[in-house]
């Protein structure tokens, strides 16, 4: 496993708050049929659905690494972890598990899995590979927000990889701290992009990015890939 300490992390006093966890994970076949007893029947049923034996390995063993990154927090055996997903599919803790209020998100990009944990406050994850997408720049017409995509537009040719990414992760990473996914409309919020601008939420539908009631940090997880974090503001957080 690699943490966050490895590669450029977060903001000190965003780590106060919550607890950034970068691995990848071995996925021969070994680990797969070990991580595979930790699941549940749910999900191994879901793992049975990839059509992929890559992408298949990958689930498990990366579902089996968040149950045991959620059973050292605590103090349970990864198999007993209570989870469930929310009616937009958030994952969460569950039963006996909830009472913790430990609230946790995951992403995972080809070999790159990140795991993101907080106490008592919702919590988005996102990571993406860098590289060049021969849609992207129809997709960023569509999906990101006008003044993203005017900022998007602007960049050199050779900034638009990197500045797609960003954009995309840290809106990626809102919504799934929301808890709505893709339900969400992308374009009521703004999020910055552009490389070497510091990482914020520029605008929540009418709301300055800095009145809102959430914050962004990004970060590169290892090189060649880029990742945010988005996690919900508490009274008396600094802002």
């Not at 009616?87 to 598990?97: H, N």
């Not at 701290?177 to 992308?186: E, I, K």
Request: aromatic share 8%; net charge negative.
């Amino acid at each position: 496993m690699v943490t966050i300490a490895a590669a450029r992390q977060p903001a000190a006093s965003f780590a106060d708050v919550v607890e950034v966890v970068v691995a990848r994970p071995d996925v021969g076949s070994d680990a797969v049929c070990a991580s595979a007893t930790l699941l549940s029947d749910r999900e191994l049923e879901r793992a049975r659905r990839f059509a992929f034996d890559s992408d298949r390995g990958r689930y498990v063993v990366a579902r089996a690494l968040l149950r045991q990154l959620l059973a050292a927090r605590l103090g349970a055996r990864p198999e007993s972890v209570e989870l469930a997903s929310g009616a937009r599919g958030k994952p969460a803790l569950t039963g006996r598990c909830a009472a913790s209020d430990l609230r946790f998100n995951v992403s995972h990009c080809e070999d790159v899995a990140v795991y993101a944990f907080a106490s008592g406050r919702e919590v988005g994850v996102d990571v993406e590979a860098v590289r060049a997408l021969p849609d992207a720049d129809d997709v960023a017409a569509r999906w990101f927000s006008r003044h993203e995509h005017a900022t998007y537009r602007a960049l050199e040719p050779r900034d638009r990889p990197l500045g797609f990414f960003q954009c995309w992760t840290r809106k990626e990473a809102f919504i799934k701290a929301l808890g709505d996914g893709l339900y969400h409309p992308l374009d009521r919020f703004d999020v910055s992009l552009a490389p070497g601008e510091p990482a914020r939420i520029l605008r929540v539908e009418d709301v300055p990015g800095d009145q809102c009631p959430w914050r962004l940090e990004a970060f590169s997880p290892v090189p060649g890939f880029v990742a945010a974090v988005v996690t919900e503001r508490l009274e008396g957080d600094e802002r």
